[in-house]
Structure formats: structure tokens, C-alpha cells
């Protein structure tokens, strides 16, 4: 009895651990984005620099308002009375206002999937795209959903700087595979220098 306990615990541990890179990693990254792009033009286009600045303290607002409601139920969903689609369109979106040109395209018939279903790919495509943000120096990101009969891909493509192996795994890319694992499915990462 007190091995399960012990593996429910860290079980729950390893599940709010993820939550909590996911959400909060994806706020902070884009906020760098933002922030970034205004000292980098504020000088030359005050216009310009100030419009990232408000993108950047509303999506503070965004991140601080997701953190209350993480802590106040520590299972907020994004997905809750949304489609997939509409919330995977949001993180594109919030990409193409970043500066970096994002294509999403779903494919096959759109089927009902269970809730952990969703929510794996939901988090899958923001760490993608965080990832691609933050490590890609990427001009264009590519996002698919295919949906066949028994299964579901989704492939996240970038055109940047590539590796020569994807050897090493950053904890937001363990969090993916754990869940993904949990669900019975397969993450694989192809990489290539110069080829996304």
C-alpha cells in the first residue's frame, strides 16, 4: 500500500511538474519574444517597439491569470467548452504575432478524442512551439493534425538551424513523451543541420 501511494505521489508530482512547464514556459517564452522584439526596434520605430511592449504585458496578464487558476483548481484545461482546433489556432496565432510565420492544417475527418487525448497534443503543440522559438532561430514553423480511423499524428516542422542529433531532451520534451507514452503513442524527433 505505501508503494502505491508513493507511485500515485510522484505520479501527480511528474503531471503538475508538466502543467506547470507547459503553461508557465509557454507564457515566459513568448513574453521574451516580445520583449525582445521592442528593444530591438524601439529606437527606430517607437510605434512598433510600443505595440510589442503591450503584447508582451498582456500576455503577462495572460500568464498570471493561468497561474491563479492553475493554483485555484491545479487542473485548469485550456480546452474546457473550446475545440482543439480553436486552441491550437490561438498558439499559431500568438507565433504569427510574434513575427515568425506559422501554417496549421488539419487533414482527414475530424473525430471526438478523449480529453488526455487532447490535451497531450494541445501541450505538444505549444512546446513544439515554444521549442521552435526559443531554439530554431526559425522564420517558418508548420503545424499538421491528421486524423485517421484508430489514429491521430501530429508533426510540428520548423525550416532552422537544425542539429546533428536530437540526443538531448529538455524537460518540456521528457514532459511530451510521458505523456504521449501514458496514452500509447510514439514521439520521434528528426533533425538535421540546416534542415529544421
Not at 90 to 96: A, D, K, M, V
Not at 106 to 118: F, K, M
Request: proline share 2%; net charge negative.
Amino acid at each position: 500500500a505505501a508503494q502505491v501511494e508513493e507511485l500515485a505521489t510522484t505520479k501527480e508530482r511528474n503531471r503538475l511538474a508538466r502543467d506547470i512547464h507547459d503553461s508557465l514556459g509557454h507564457y515566459l517564452t513568448v513574453i521574451n519574444v516580445q520583449l525582445g522584439a521592442a528593444q530591438a526596434v524601439i529606437d527606430k520605430d517607437r510605434e512598433k517597439g510600443l505595440g510589442a511592449l503591450q503584447k508582451a504585458q498582456q500576455l503577462t496578464q495572460d500568464g498570471l491569470h493561468e497561474v491563479r487558476r492553475s493554483v485555484k483548481a491545479l487542473r485548469e484545461s485550456p480546452l474546457d467548452n473550446r475545440s482543439l482546433t480553436d486552441v491550437i489556432g490561438e498558439l499559431i496565432e500568438g507565433c504569427r504575432e510574434a513575427g515568425l510565420a506559422a501554417a496549421w492544417q488539419v487533414t482527414g475527418n475530424i473525430l471526438p478524442l478523449p480529453h488526455e487525448v487532447q490535451m497531450t497534443l494541445y501541450r505538444a503543440v505549444q512546446e513544439g512551439l515554444t521549442n521552435v522559438r526559443k531554439h530554431a532561430l526559425a522564420s517558418r514553423v508548420d503545424v499538421g493534425l491528421d486524423y485517421g480511423l484508430e489514429w491521430i499524428k501530429l508533426t510540428v516542422a520548423d525550416n532552422g538551424i537544425g542539429a546533428a542529433a536530437s540526443t538531448h531532451n529538455g524537460f518540456g520534451l521528457i514532459g511530451i513523451q510521458e505523456r504521449v507514452s501514458l496514452l500509447g503513442g510514439h514521439v520521434r524527433t528528426e533533425t538535421t543541420p540546416g534542415k529544421g
